[in-house]
């Protein structure tokens, strides 16, 4: 099966779960009501979907294993530090392409948040925070880029951020996503675990779940300063990633 066919495969499959979810929710009442009294419960459900039964067909169809599709090795300390250090500089960049877009688009992940209350904490911060980070990142970092290995890493990492951006449908996410998921899949490409994906995602929409919370929703920053701030951190974070490069380059060579 040729690249494009697995990565058409892997979108199809995960499509197909979010369609069959939306399906029981119509049709299944009960499911329906469960869900409308906490809508970050249908967020988990939706990306473990992505998971199961997606990543198990596309393994038995394209006879792989996981160990073939999931880059599983260990992330270390050093490389966990690196990662934390980057979701700090990159962190500005996110807020500034999300403000931008925002001119133009409602902000999808502002009207996500405003509906958090003190009874549905909890599954906000797992349908927002921890169930993409993990379902995302096995899905996009781990089957769809294994399966553009061979086209290079410069073609593979922004056809990855594409794809991820695109998976969105939301005209106000797509800018931020793509380039979050071509810093993820480099990450990926570089330490060869979805662990580094897995941590930087997750910390991610953290931040941001943390900064809604806590800002005044009629409070915002200007786009100057945050540009500022965006090319300063972002300038700091090529220091930061090529130290982080020859690091995991260094590591392969030891071994």
């Not at 979810?21 to 979907?49: C, R, T």
């Not at 690196?82 to 500034?96: E, G, R, S």
């Not at 998921?181 to 994906?197: K, P």
């Amino acid at each position: 099966m040729t690249r494009i066919r697995r990565v058409l495969l892997m979108m199809s499959l995960m499509i197909a779960g979010s369609a069959a979810w939306f399906a029981a929710k119509a049709f299944i009442p009960s499911i329906g009501g469960v869900l409308q009294a906490n809508v970050f419960i249908d967020y988990s459900f939706m990306e473990l979907l992505y998971i199961f039964p997606a990543l198990p067909l596309y393994m038995i169809i394209t006879r792989q294993k996981p160990t073939d599709v999931i880059p599983l090795a260990p992330l270390g300390w050093k490389n966990a530090g690196f990662i934390v250090i980057m979701a700090v500089l990159t962190d500005p960049v996110l807020k500034l392409l999300s403000a931008f877009t925002s001119l133009f688009y409602p902000n999808a992940a502002a009207e996500i948040t405003s509906g958090i209350t003190a009874y549905n904490m909890p599954a906000a911060f797992i349908g927002i925070t921890i169930a993409p980070a993990i379902a995302e990142e096995i899905c996009i970092r781990g089957a769809v880029l294994s399966a553009l290995r061979g086209i290079g890493v410069k073609r593979a990492v922004i056809v990855n951020g594409i794809i991820f951006g695109l998976m969105h449908l939301n005209p106000q996410q797509i800018p931020y996503a793509m380039f979050m998921g071509i810093i993820f899949a480099l990450y990926v490409v570089y330490t060869h675990s979805v662990f580094s994906s897995m941590l930087a995602h997750f910390l991610a929409n953290a931040s941001s779940l943390v900064l809604s919370l806590l800002m005044p929703r009629d409070r915002s920053i200007s786009l100057s300063v945050l540009l500022t701030a965006a090319l300063v951190s972002f300038l700091c974070f090529l220091i930061v990633f090529k130290r982080f490069r020859s690091y995991n380059l260094g590591r392969i060579l030891s071994d």
